[in-house]
T-cell receptor
Framework: EPEVTQTPSHQVTQMGQEVILRCVPI?????FYWYRQILGQKVEFLVS????????KSEIFDDQFSVERPDGSNFTLKIRSTKLEDSAMYFC??????????FGPGTRLLVL | GDSVTQMEGPVTLSEEAFLTINCTYT??????LFWYVQYPGEGLQLLLK?????DKGSNKGFEATYRKETTSFHLEKGSVQVSDSAVYFC????????????FGKGTKLTVNP
């Protein structure tokens, strides 16, 4: 069964550094999303992406964050100048028709 | 805005016990409802869904019925197994509204042998 994959599974970085989280969507999916889950809290929406542009973003998704599909297959989330409070599990999700979203296993980011 | 409220956990049961995890929602539109499961160390997996009132979603022995009159989507299983130990998330998606899934806080279930 096709699945969403994410790399790396874990990332440790120093405050102020840039990180790039990668996702490989299910091949025929058209809609892509990033969510995050701070330890012990709800899963929160960050951004949705369709047709090579952002279609919706949350108030969390400020200028520190960016997304792109650099090669038509990978979908990446870049976090510039990481802060301590960016430590979380980051999930990529993809969908063929928007409603039913399939999640990857997540990247656990720790900012020191 | 749209929101999902789940019963507080953790929930601890013995194997073969009956499980109910309550979920209620508030939505401005007419949402589709989902249960996702997160096994230890893994990502979110879609467990079941329902898209309209009185629909029943089911998978792996779990069931949930979309109750519009009570704005609820409670998860049930008749006989839990140790392998069902996980965190369960209720979520909604509203067609024609925001593109995002709105999640509840999650309920941790532990099943003891």
């Amino acid at each position: 069964e096709p699945e969403v994959t994410q790399t790396p599974s874990h990332q440790v970085t120093q405050m102020g550094q840039e990180v790039i989280l990668r996702c490989v969507p299910i091949s025929n999916h058209l809609y892509f999303y990033w969510y995050r889950q701070i330890l012990g809290q709800k899963v929160e929406f960050l951004v949705s992406f369709y047709n090579n542009e952002i279609s919706e973003k949350s108030e969390i998704f400020d200028d520190q964050f960016s997304v792109e599909r650099p090669d038509g297959s990978n979908f990446t989330l870049k976090i510039r100048s990481t802060k301590l409070e960016d430590s979380a599990m980051y999930f990529c999700a993809t969908s063929y028709e928007q409603e039913t979203q399939y999640f990857g296993p997540g990247t656990r980011l720790l900012v020191l | 805005g749209d929101s999902v409220t789940q019963m507080e956990g953790p929930v601890t049961l013995s194997e073969e016990a009956f499980l109910t995890i309550n979920c209620t929602y508030t939505a401005t539109g007419y949402p589709s409802l989902f249960w996702y499961v997160q096994y230890p160390g893994e990502g979110l997996q879609l467990l079941l869904k329902a898209t309209k009132a009185d629909d029943k979603g089911s998978n792996k022995g779990f069931e949930a019925t979309y109750r519009k009159e009570t704005t609820s989507f409670h998860l049930e299983k008749g006989s839990v197994q140790v392998s069902d130990s996980a965190v369960y998330f209720c979520a909604l998606y509203t067609q024609g509204g925001s593109e995002k899934l709105v999640f509840g806080k999650g309920t941790k279930l532990t099943v003891n042998p």
